[in-house]
């Protein structure tokens, strides 16, 4: 299948968890990973986020530093890579900061039976993309978006969005920023949610790479593929 590179970029405590039970974002990387994640974004095509990640945190997704953005423009691209919300039923809020902040494409994706109404508003301010008939079809939705222009694509969550990226096959890579905190909750959001898998079924990993940084580890992996 012709599709983007793609790789998950993700933060989370040493239980595993994004966020707290209430979903609220708490800080788990420092400065250095930080800086670390600004560089994957400048050199990535497209970043990606699920609507949820959209309703509870309302990130702008942009590229924070002023030279790598001054790079991609001296490299002929946006300052921003796209910004891509995966949004099946249109909830996207209009004054979202993904609409505010940072020149560049943005993208939604809905599915069919999205309100007509909301996706109208939302073709005002983005180029919405139709698929799947209640739930965002995500493999053809990552077809499009390498015919669209898009080779690298970063995901940055949520739990639902990662789930339905590596269930359905479609990641090549994966960060995790494992940070020195405990989060704990039973309904707090850990790295992947979703249905799960069963024993037979289990998703392996080949260890790219571990790093220390600050007060956590950072571990690159590679996706296995399913045979």
């Known amino acids: 299948m012709e599709k983007p590179f793609i790789f998950i970029n993700s933060a989370m405590s040493a239980d595993g968890k994004l ?3 209430e979903r609220k974002q708490v800080r788990i990387s420092g400065k250095l990973d930080f800086e670390r994640v600004d560089e994957l974004r400048a050199q990535a095509d ?9 309703l509870s945190d309302d990130p ?9 953005r001054a790079a991609r423009k001296v490299a002929g691209k946006d300052e921003n890579p796209a910004r891509i919300i995966v949004d099946s039923s249109a909830r996207t809020p209009l004054d979202a900061d993904i609409f505010k902040k940072g020149e560049g494409t943005r993208i939604i994706a809905v599915s069919n039976s999205a309100p007509a109404e ?3 508003k939302l073709e005002e301010k983005a180029v919405v993309i139709r698929t799947g008939t209640e739930k965002v079809d995500l493999e053809k939705l990552v077809r ?16 639902t969005l990662n789930w339905g990226m590596l269930s ?37 990993l080949e260890l790219l790479s571990a790093k220390k940084i600050e007060n956590g580890i950072l571990l690159k992996w590679k996706v296995k593929k399913r045979n």
């Not at 986020?49 to 959209?54: A, L, Q, R, S």
């Not at 702008?60 to 790598?68: A, C, I, N, W």
């Not at 499009?144 to 995901?155: A, P, Q, R, S, Y």
């Not at 990641?171 to 069963?198: C, H, R, S």
């Open 19 to 21: 966020s707290t039970k």
């Open 46 to 54: 497209a970043i990606m986020v699920g609507i949820g990640t959209v």
């Open 60 to 68: 702008s997704l942009t590229v924070k530093s002023q030279e790598r």
């Open 118 to 120: 909301k996706v109208r």
């Open 144 to 159: 499009k978006l390498k015919e669209m222009g898009i080779n690298t694509l970063m995901v940055e969550g949520g739990a």
């Open 168 to 204: 359905a096959g479609l990641v090549d890579e994966i960060y995790t920023f494992v940070g020195n905190l405990i989060i704990g909750g039973k309904t707090a959001p850990t790295f992947t949610d979703g249905e799960g898998f069963t024993e037979a079924e289990l998703l392996g």
